[in-house]
Nanobody
Framework: QLQLVESGGGLVQPGGSLRLSCAAS????????MSWYRQAPGKQRELVAT???????NYADSVKGRFTISRDGTKSTVYLQMDSLKPEDTAVYYC????????WGQGTQVTVAS
């Protein structure tokens, strides 16, 4: 069974950057469509970015031009590079893997505040 572990969250000032990592074990990550979701307090979980096995990417309008999703097949890891962070990016960020089944990580907190 695929297991996902996120890391890289933390506190950053507005305009700053963070890179989230999602490390996978128990499966071949290259076969999965990988996504990052986020959930802010009192709000529904929303899709942030997706990368397919063919490395096609898609982003939410709110993060286009600021966030970049990528994957490293040799390390079974997916990344989310977040630049020009805004307070409204504050949320718990979750890694998601989808193929026949769907798997979630436990989440990592990102807080953007001065």
């Amino acid at each position: 069974q695929l297991q996902l572990v996120e890391s890289g969250g933390g506190l950053v000032q507005p305009g700053g950057s963070l890179r989230l990592s999602c490390a996978a074990s128990g499966g071949i990550l290259n076969y999965y469509t990988m996504s990052w979701y986020r959930q802010a307090p009192g709000k529904q979980r929303e899709l942030v970015a997706t990368i397919t096995s063919g490395r096609n990417t898609n982003y939410a309008d709110s993060v286009k031009g600021r966030f970049t999703i990528s994957r490293d097949g040799t390390k079974s890891t997916v990344y989310l590079q977040m630049d020009s962070l805004k307070p409204e990016d504050t949320a718990v960020y979750y890694c998601n893997a989808r193929q026949m089944y769907e798997y979630w990580g436990q989440g990592t907190q990102v807080t953007v505040a001065s």
